[in-house]
Each structure stands twice: as C-alpha cells, then as structure tokens.
C-alpha cells in the first residue's frame, strides 16, 4: 500500500480481508517492511514488580516511542481464533538503524509505505496454552 490502511494498521488490514473472504479460519505469516513512515511501537522494561491487572496497567508499564523506517517486521495473523486462545495479530520489527519494538500502528498515513511478502499456513496450533487466559492486551 503506498498510503496507510483505515485502521493505520498494515496486518489488521489484511486480517479484515481474509475475515471476509474465508469462513474457516486462516493462518498467515511473513514479513513486512515500512519502507517510508514512522510506526508506533512498544518495548518492554525489565518485568514488573507488581501485578499488572488492566489494560491501564500495561499501558503505564510499556515503553510507547513512535519510531520511523525502513522498519523490518515478522508477522502473524489468524483470521479467527479456532478455540486456541490466539492473538489476533501479532508483529514485531528490527531496523539497521537501531528501532525495533512491538508494531501497534503507523502514525504517519500520507507518506507510509509497506511492502508485504506472506504465506499461508498448513495448519494452526498453540504450544502451550495459558491455563488462566484473559484479554488484557490484545488492541
């Protein structure tokens, strides 16, 4: 796309294209590149000292920067959860240049750029699953 999806989230917006399109659920993953852009990402500290019980919590915790490109990232996407507890979507990014995180966003959509290169899975599993599970966290 050489301008930012609606949502200014490149995966959701190709998640939203295999949700409509596919009754089962679909599994991809890949890599994508913000060739141009600046995206909004996390980084986590070190691990908390106290329990982190809201969405509020995790979000004081996390260390939020807007970094720009090129940025490289790996990527997951499911177009839903088949029962397994997954994450929807799920991306993290490195540079040459020394920004990487978790990829939540892009925050420039007149000039961002990507460039995707995907495949479909065979199957979808989950290696160990939570045995407590909750949905703090999945934006």
Not at 16 to 23: A, C, Q, R, S, V
Not at 60 to 79: A, D, I, Q
Request: negative net charge; proline residues 6%; aromatic residues 10%.
């Amino acid at each position: 796309a050489v301008v930012s999806t609606q949502s200014g989230h490149y995966g959701r917006g190709l998640n939203k294209g295999l949700t409509e399109d596919f009754t089962d659920p679909v599994a991809v993953g890949g890599t994508f590149l913000l060739t141009n852009g600046k995206a909004k990402l996390h980084v986590m500290p070190g691990f908390s000292c106290s329990p982190l019980h809201t969405e509020d919590d995790i979000n004081n915790w996390l260390r939020f920067h807007e970094m720009s490109g090129p940025l490289t990232h790996t990527s997951v996407f499911v177009s839903k959860d088949p029962g397994l507890d997954l994450r929807l979507e799920h991306s993290h990014c490195f540079s040459d240049h020394g920004d990487g995180g978790h990829y939540h966003f892009d925050t420039t959509p007149d000039t961002v750029c990507y460039e995707g290169y995907f495949n479909l899975a065979d199957n979808i599993c989950r290696i160990d699953p939570p045995e407590v599970t909750h949905l703090i966290g999945r934006d």
